[in-house]
């Protein structure tokens, strides 16, 4: 589904366009208004010598194409890369600094190149509040932590994309769609909630 709308994405040249209301995308974007989301966010990566883009279904219907030529594969390649090293290091402290560096190397990257175009085109909006957005990454790029994007400038701290918006991640719209009108179990029916049923729990390692 994410690479049908991605081939329309790079199709249209920018445009917006009215979503459609049939085919396989049509169930999840009818539902998208009701479910407390703003929009669906599909980031796709280059694909046939095409650069990558982000496509924004949003909750009025509407979508919008977000080209991002910063979405290449050497910065998660790199990071992947890392992140393998590090588990197989098996503790090992300068492969976990190492692991450290190219995290926060890959979310200066994910803003610059992601995050922070989507929250500028979001900022249109004007909700008055943060918004739910609903990250839909396809390939490699679902390894990257994009609420963790940071902006980072010499004369202050970082500022991270989780403050400026509600994050949550889906294999797909259907399946978030699906998920959402699943019954869900009142928070005091919860075992765990109840002081009178103990939870246990169990570790190999031995306190220190």
């Known amino acids: 589904m994410a690479w049908r709308d991605g081939a329309a994405c790079h199709d249209n040249g920018g445009r917006r366009t009215r979503a459609a209301t049939g085919g396989r995308t049509g169930e999840p974007r009818c539902q998208l208004a009701g479910s407390g989301v703003d929009a669906f966010v599909y980031l796709i990566p280059p694909r046939f010598r095409l650069p990558g883009c982000a496509l924004v279904l949003g909750a009025d219907g509407t979508v919008d194409q977000i080209p991002m030529p910063l979405i290449v594969d050497e910065p998660v390649s790199a990071y992947q890369a890392v992140l393998q090293a590090v588990i197989a290091s098996r503790g090992d402290e300068a492969a976990g600094q190492h692991w450290r560096g190219a995290l926060t190397d890959l979310c200066d990257w994910a803003w610059d190149a992601v995050t922070g175009p989507v929250l500028a085109h979001v900022a249109q909006w004007r909700l008055g509040r ?15 932590p994009w609420h963790a994007a940071r902006r980072a400038r010499d004369d202050e701290r970082p500022r991270y994309a989780i403050e400026y918006a509600v994050f949550t991640y889906a294999a797909s719209a259907r399946q978030l769609v699906s998920a959402a009108r699943r019954w869900q179990r009142p928070c005091g029916d919860c075992p765990a909630a109840r002081p009178s049923r103990p939870v246990c729990c169990t570790s190999d390692a031995t306190p220190q």
């Open 130 to 144: 943060l918004p739910r957005l609903v990250l839909i990454p396809t390939g490699k790029l679902g390894v990257v």
